[in-house]
């Protein structure tokens, strides 16, 4: 049973950082597509960055720069360093593997991902 967990959300201040993990279990971290997608209240479910199966990395526009992914095989985890947080980067973040990457509707749940995890709640204050 393939599982996606999040960890890492928390409320921070404009400027500061935090590290989003996706544990997954079920299945290798290295051999899936993941990402990371965000949505905040009354917004639609955002690609923020995903990484193939292969190593190629994508990053939104609103992220480049500022957000990095990485894979941990030992632990089977993808992770989500954001800096240079700001205000606009508040939503719930989600995990998804597996599917086509775009941007849309609502997560997590959204057809074209085939995992989603539950969500984690970054808050970034001014």
């Known amino acids: 049973d393939v599982q996606l967990a999040e960890f890492g959300g928390d409320s921070v201040q404009a400027g500061g950082s935090l590290k989003l993990s996706c544990v997954g279990s079920g299945f290798t971290v290295d051999a899936a597509d993941m990402g990371w997608y965000r949505q905040a209240p009354g917004n639609e479910c955002e690609l923020v960055s995903y990484?193939?199966?292969?190593?190629?990395?994508y990053y939104a526009d609103s992220v480049k720069g500022r957000f990095t992914l990485s894979r941990d095989r030992v632990k089977n985890a993808l992770y989500l360093q954001m800096n240079s947080l700001k205000p606009e980067d508040t939503a719930m973040y989600y995990c998804a593997a597996g599917g086509i990457f775009d941007t849309g509707g609502d997560c997590p749940g959204r057809e074209n991902m085939d995992y989603w995890g539950k969500g984690s709640l970054v808050t970034v204050s001014s």
């Open positions: 990484m193939t199966s292969q190593g190629t990395e």
